[in-house]
DNA sequence: TTCCGCTGGATTGTCAACAATTACCCGTTG
DNA sequence: CAACGGGTAATTGTTGACAATCCAGCGGAA
């Protein structure tokens, strides 16, 4: 149990603040192990914190829905089912397609050119590594983050910027989900920058919702073969 | 400035949850005004409460996207815009098109029970008011409610009815949103529930995404013209 | 042996006081 | 007269202590 490590997070903002974003992290990437149960007195030593400092940032971490919490008995890490992969990747079809149709309609030049400068560099990365890890680095994260920002809609860049999006990372992380998919996934991205480009929201939606089934689908593969 | 009324929510449960639906409930109807500051110290003091057990509940306000918080300066109502209701309907056409094309697959037997007698209830109520009153009352919110329900998808049925639903309730409540569509309304949703039953996803999608589609429409005319 | 209730320990919920930051008011100055 | 700066008051962030609740282990009775 050593000693927590929250200094290298940028000073400012509240102590509870910075408290939220080193959980997040170490949950996200298995530290506190998905499942495992939460003691308030042990991680406000660990962090010289006060409970109370701490218990603000259990309370943001639940409205993530990373963390599960009970009156009475105390909040816990969820824990990854199956289910609860497959059921992310549902909502992802239905909001990522709509923010691609958005973006079709919405977007500015300079998304565009984010875009396309983003895919340059991954086909780099690509040729480098021969197909093999385009889904395990943030590439992949980039590229669904960028165009949720170019759908210019609030509430659908929250919902899956700020809370959805670390529940996709925590699976990666620890269940691992490294797609055979590369090249593949490559090219449609491609093609949906292009829709999104002409302008047509309609083809952006039906493209990104088949990208996001696929790669369902390739998980539910890997998972009935598996067990 | 009255005192708290926050003895009918049912005793049990913690302080800060009470605090928290009671004020949930005062910032939809707008008894708390959309866009003004919360004064911790102030609330604290109607309530009777510690300032520590309302800033919990402040916070949960605020992952539901009805309070906006900055450090050390403080929180407020979110305000009410266009734009806002806007983008509101655009990710509920995602979620709920997604959320019947899942019902369409994975409905129980009890899940059309209950939805069939909910559009007889809806049906009387109809007649009785000559199709004036549809959309004011919860039964609307009924009818999505259980649709989202419906669609078994623990993710969908927590993001639409434990968080987008409060804002959807809070802009209809205050921008009073008396929808002129109410038989075609109650017809819609007539349909869809047939699409549900006939297992057919994406002709439920379909419909639910055109149903919500229309109603954004409408509110579209409506503020151009009012402005 | 198995089930039930109880007691001790620990954990969570709640509170009131302290420290740090911000907002406001007012006098000064260009 | 307007803009800037200092100082005070109020608000927020943080802490440690107190009260209520839950969990584990033990002992007794059927």
């Known amino acids: 149990m050593e000693g927590g490590q929250l200094k290298s997070i940028e000073a400012s903002q509240s102590l509870a603040e910075r408290l939220f974003v080193t959980l997040r992290g170490e949950i996200v990437e298995g ?6 149960k939460i003691s308030e007195p042990e991680l406000a030593r660990r962090f010289n914190a006060s409970r109370g400092s701490l218990r603000e940032a259990l309370m943001r971490l639940e409205s993530l829905g990373l963390l599960e919490r009970r009156v009475n008995v105390g909040a816990r890490v969820v824990d990854l089912t199956e289910r609860g992969l497959l059921d992310l990747y549902e909502v992802r079809e239905a909001l990522e397609g709509m923010a691609c149709r958005l973006a079709a309609q919405y977007h500015t030049k300079e998304d565009l050119v984010e875009l396309r400068q983003m895919l340059a560099r991954h086909e780099q990365q690509e040729e480098l ?3 093999k890890a385009y889904f395990q680095p943030e590439g992949d994260f980039d590229f669904h983050f960028r165009i949720v920002q170019a759908s210019k809609n609030d509430l659908l860049i929250d919902t899956l910027c700020n809370r959805l999006y670390y529940r996709v990372r925590m699976y990666r992380y620890q269940l691992g989900m490294a797609s055979p998919r590369a090249q593949r ?4 991205h491609g093609h949906i920058i292009e829709a999104i480009e002409a302008g047509d929201g309609e083809l952006a939606e039906l493209l990104m919702r088949r990208h996001i089934r696929a790669s369902r689908h390739n998980i539910e593969k890997k998972l009935t073969t598996e067990t």
Request: no cysteine; hydrophobic share 45%; charged share 15%.
């Open 185 to 188: 996934a490559f090219r449609e």
């Open 129 to 131: 590594q021969a197909g």
């Open 31 to 36: 530290q506190i192990a998905a499942g495992s």
